[in-house]
């Protein structure tokens, strides 16, 4: 009976001997895991934080070349001493030369040359969608990028008066047309009168009245024909700008005169033929 004892006893010592050793090595083994999975974890933080720094120099660069890229766009040019464009405006300019005609192109020998003929193509177009056309009492020029249109007194005032006739409408109409057709434009209203002295309650001089009748015309443009007023100058030029002498009536008559000059800002000009095709 003591022997089975005996035997029993044993077995269990045995068999907790075993189970300790098991146990040992598990934990040894789950130690080793860990530290496995915590060096990888490690491992993989430093290699997102390495990923994270290449993306950004990356980004770094991309950002560059794009910067670039829009100086590159926005870079500008002297043309002459009459403007200054960017390469993106000059891209937008060989666009439209391209309608221009072959032989009138072929003279176009420098920058400034190019510059003038797109622009003038370009308004020109403008001037004949809206048919304001030309006569004795209406002239219509246009000198490299500027239009100037020269209206006679009698189509706009009454004799020695700012305030505009009926007659004005029509005319005033179509050349508001002109200017709304192109967001660009800016607009300078000269008012000219012959020498002969002018002295009323309300006007004092030919610089009063050539100035009344500038803003006349301006007001005009604004209140019935939606110009724009930041585009508007109004300016009195008084007899001291004559396109002919003053000795005879039909020459005095020409000189009493309002000038319409239209002045194109060259690089918002293109931008916005450019957005508009």
């Known amino acids: 009976m003591k022997n089975i004892s005996l035997v029993v006893v044993a077995a269990i010592v045995l068999s907790s001997c075993v189970s300790k050793r098991k146990y040992t090595a598990l934990e040894r083994e789950n130690g080793e895991i860990t530290s496995a999975l915590t060096k990888a974890r490690v491992e993989n933080e430093e290699l997102e934080s390495?990923?994270?720094?290449?993306?950004?120099?990356?980004?770094?660069?991309?950002s560059k070349i794009n910067q670039l890229t829009e100086e590159n766009d926005v870079k500008f040019e002297a043309v002459g001493d009459v403007a200054v464009i960017s390469n993106a405006t000059k891209v937008k300019m060989r666009e439209t030369l391209k309608n221009v005609d072959p032989a009138?192109?072929?003279q176009a020998n420098t920058l400034q040359d190019s510059m003038n003929l797109a622009v003038s193509y370009t308004l020109q177009k403008s001037i004949d969608n809206n048919t304001l056309n030309e006569?004795?009492?209406i002239a219509i020029n246009i000198d490299e990028t500027v239009v100037m249109i020269s209206i006679s007194d009698k189509m706009l005032f009454n004799t020695a008066s700012y305030r505009l006739s009926g007659k004005a409408d029509g005319i005033l109409e179509k050349i508001a047309n002109i200017i709304n057709s192109e967001p660009s434009l800016e607009v300078m209203v000269e008012g000219h009168t012959d020498p002969r002295s002018i002295n009323t309650e309300k006007i004092a001089d030919n610089w009063d009245?050539?100035?009344l009748r500038a803003t006349s015309v301006v007001r005009k443009l604004q209140n019935n024909y939606n110009v724009a007023p930041e585009k508007l100058i109004a300016s009195g030029r008084s007899s001291y700008m004559p396109i002919a002498d003053n000795e005879t009536k039909e020459n005095r008559a020409k000189n009493r005169r309002t000038r319409i000059v239209i002045l194109p800002n060259i690089n918002k000009f293109f931008a916005l033929m450019d957005s508009e095709s």
């Open 50 to 62: 390495k990923f994270a720094q290449i993306q950004a120099r990356v980004d770094t660069y991309n």
């Open 104 to 106: 009138v192109l072929a």
């Open 135 to 137: 006569d004795e009492d």
């Open 209 to 211: 009245l050539s100035v």
